[in-house]
C-alpha cells in the first residue's frame, strides 16, 4: 500500500486540467453515453461520480438521467468549487463532496451506479478504490470506468531535423514510466477487466471509444494534448531524466500532427462495465 494515494494532486489541481476535463467530455461523450443503456437504469436512482474534477459528466449524467440524485466526489476543493459554478441549474439533484475514494463516506448498497472516469491510471492501490465502489454500490447495481491505457495512443512517426519521431514510443518512456515512478500503473485499461473480475464484479464487459482525426474535431484532440502538455511536461521530464525543453518539443510535434491534415492519430479509451452480484 502506498502513503501518497494522490501523487498526481498537483497536476489534478492545475488549470490546465480543467481544460482537458472539458476537451476530453467533448471528445469522448457522444461516443460513451450510448453506453449506459446497457445498465437498463431508469427512475429516482442513486448515482455516484467518483473522480468528479468539474463536473462536466456529472451534469451530463444529470441530462441523462433526469429523476435521478447525483453525488461528485473528488479529493481536490478547487476542482469541486467550478464543478458548483457550473452547476447551478442541477443545484436540487447534485451534490459535490470532498472525499476520498480509498474510504468512501457512504454507508454500503448507497448507490445504483458508481462512474468513476480518467482515475484508475491516476492513484495507486486502485484495487483498493474498487473495493470501495462495491461496498457502495446496491447489490445488482452497476460500476462504468473509463480506464485509460498510454499504450492506446497511436500517432504517425513524424519526421524532424534530428530525425524520426514516435509518438508512439514517447507514451511508453515517458507517461508509462512516469506513472510507474509513483505506483501507478500506465496500462490500467488492458488490465480492467481483471481487476473487476478478482473486486467481485459480474456481468464485465469491454468497449472501446475511439478518439480520432475523424470523429473529434481536430482541435478538439489536439486541445487534450496541449493540457497534458501543460500540466505534465515538467513530471514526465523528470522521470525520463530528460530537459523539459526536449519533452515539451515531443508534445508539440504530436499536437502539431493531430491539428494539421493529413496526419491521422487515435487514442482507444477502454470502457469497462460490471455488476456488483444481488
Keep these: ?12 489541481g492545475d488549470e490546465s486540467m480543467a481544460r482537458n476535463l472539458a476537451h476530453q467530455a467533448q471528445a469522448i461523450w457522444p461516443q460513451e453515453a450510448p453506453l449506459f ?26 441530462q441523462r438521467y433526469p429523476q435521478a440524485q447525483l453525488v461528485g466526489v473528488d479529493i481536490l476543493e ?20 470532498q472525499g476520498d475514494a480509498f474510504a468512501l463516506a457512504y454507508s454500503d448498497a448507497s ?22 465502489i462495491r461496498r457502495v454500490l446496491r447489490p445488482a447495481g452497476w460500476l462504468h470506468l473509463l480506464s485509460e ?16 519521431f514516435d509518438p508512439d514510443a514517447f507514451w511508453n ?13 500506465g496500462r490500467v485499461g488492458r488490465h480492467s477487466p481483471a481487476l473487476l473480475e478478482a473486486a467481485g464484479f459480474t456481468d464485465i464487459a469491454m468497449d472501446f471509444l475511439t478518439v480520432d482525426t475523424l470523429r473529434v474535431a481536430r482541435p478538439t484532440f489536439g486541445g487534450i494534448l496541449r ?13 525520463s531524466q530528460r530537459p523539459e525543453a526536449a519533452v515539451r518539443r515531443d508534445f508539440d510535434s504530436i499536437i502539431h500532427a493531430i491539428e494539421t491534415p493529413p496526419h491521422y492519430a487515435v487514442w482507444h479509451v477502454p470502457v469497462v462495465s460490471g455488476r456488483r452480484s444481488a
Design 149 to 164: 491505457d498510454y499504450g492506446m495512443l497511436h500517432m504517425p512517426v513524424i519526421a524532424r531535423e534530428d530525425g524520426p
Design 1 to 12: 500500500m502506498h502513503e501518497d494515494r494522490n501523487p498526481q494532486a498537483e497536476q489534478m
Design 111 to 132: 448507490f445504483d451506479l458508481v462512474v468513476c472516469r480518467h482515475m484508475s491510471q491516476a492513484v495507486p492501490d486502485f484495487p483498493l478504490v474498487l473495493k470501495e
Design 173 to 185: 518512456r515517458n507517461a508509462v514510466a512516469y506513472l510507474d515512478s509513483i505506483g501507478c500503473d
Design 37 to 62: 443503456d446497457r445498465y437498463g437504469l431508469d427512475g429516482a436512482l442513486r448515482i455516484l461520480d467518483l473522480g468528479c474534477g468539474t463536473g462536466e459528466i456529472t451534469r451530463r449524467l444529470a
Design 227 to 239: 493540457a497534458w502538455r501543460d500540466g505534465y511536461t515538467g513530471v514526465l521530464a523528470q522521470a
Design 78 to 97: 478547487g476542482n469541486l468549487a467550478l464543478a458548483r459554478r457550473d452547476s447551478t441549474a442541477y443545484a436540487e439533484r447534485i451534490e459535490y463532496a
